[in-house]
């Protein structure tokens, strides 16, 4: 059971961390627009309320995709006032607790997400400033996306909690 729930763990935080990997290319896109935007406007007098608004939609991508990588390369700020007084079994009580209940909330915040994007399409929603980029609904389609990718990384957290909450098994082969 153990070499299972590890598989699961592997297999999900692997998907995270390539979605991250590519997603911190946004990052480099953020920087040209910015740039861009900045040059043209200062140099040249040129502005675009479609590169503003881009600026925007690739800090938001960002930050939906970067939630779930960050948690997965341990990026999160854990304030430890009990937890450090806590011994390792009751630590791992209330890391298995926690990832469950990460789990749980991405996976119904990823839900409820889908009825906004739904919204968003069935109105086929743009910019409601003239010269703004049309089909938000692009964007909003990331919401689901990035809480699913979320959940998943969460469900890596749990398997590899109750690996160490449960313990392996010592002999080879045993699960």
Same mark, same amino acid.
């Given at each position: @059971?153990?070499?299972?729930?590890? !598989?699961?763990? &592997?297999?999900?935080?692997?998907?995270?961390?390539?979605?991250?990997?590519?997603?911190?290319?946004? /990052?480099?896109?953020?920087?040209?627009?910015?740039?861009?935007?900045?040059?043209?406007?200062?140099?040249?007098?040129?502005?675009?309320?479609? !590169?503003?608004?881009?600026?925007? %939609?690739? !800090?938001?991508?960002?930050?939906?995709?970067? @939630? #779930?990588?960050?948690?997965?390369?341990?990026?999160?700020?854990?304030?430890?006032?009990?937890?450090?007084?806590? *011994?390792?079994?009751?630590?791992?009580?209330? &890391?298995?607790? #926690? #990832?469950?209940?990460? @789990?749980?909330?991405?996976?119904?915040?990823?839900?409820?997400?889908?009825?906004?994007?739904?919204? *968003?399409? #069935?109105?086929?929603?743009? *910019?409601? &400033?003239?010269?703004?980029?049309?089909?938000?609904?692009?964007?909003? *389609?990331?919401?689901?996306?990035?809480?699913?990718?979320?959940?998943?990384?969460?469900?890596? !957290?749990?398997?590899? %909690?109750?690996? %160490?909450?449960? /313990?392996?098994?010592?002999?080879?082969?045993? &699960?």
């Amino acid at each position: @059971m153990a070499h299972r729930l590890e !598989m699961i763990a &592997d297999g999900a935080a692997s998907v995270v961390r390539t979605v991250g990997q590519v997603t911190a290319w946004l /990052g480099l896109a953020l920087v040209l627009v910015v740039a861009g935007n900045v040059l043209g406007r200062y140099l040249f007098g040129l502005g675009s309320v479609a !590169m503003q608004e881009a600026e925007w %939609h690739l !800090m938001a991508l960002g930050a939906l995709f970067g @939630m #779930s990588y960050g948690l997965n390369a341990g990026g999160e700020v854990r304030v430890d006032v009990f937890y450090d007084r806590f *011994s390792v079994k009751t630590k791992r009580i209330v &890391d298995t607790i #926690s #990832s469950a209940l990460l @789990m749980l909330c991405a996976l119904a915040l990823a839900w409820l997400s889908i009825g906004y994007l739904e919204q *968003s399409y #069935s109105i086929n929603e743009g *910019s409601p &400033d003239p010269g703004g980029l049309a089909y938000r609904y692009l964007l909003k *389609s990331a919401l689901p996306i990035a809480f699913f990718l979320l959940a998943l990384q969460a469900l890596s !957290m749990l398997c590899a %909690h109750l690996v %160490h909450l449960v /313990g392996k098994p010592e002999a080879a082969g045993s &699960d």
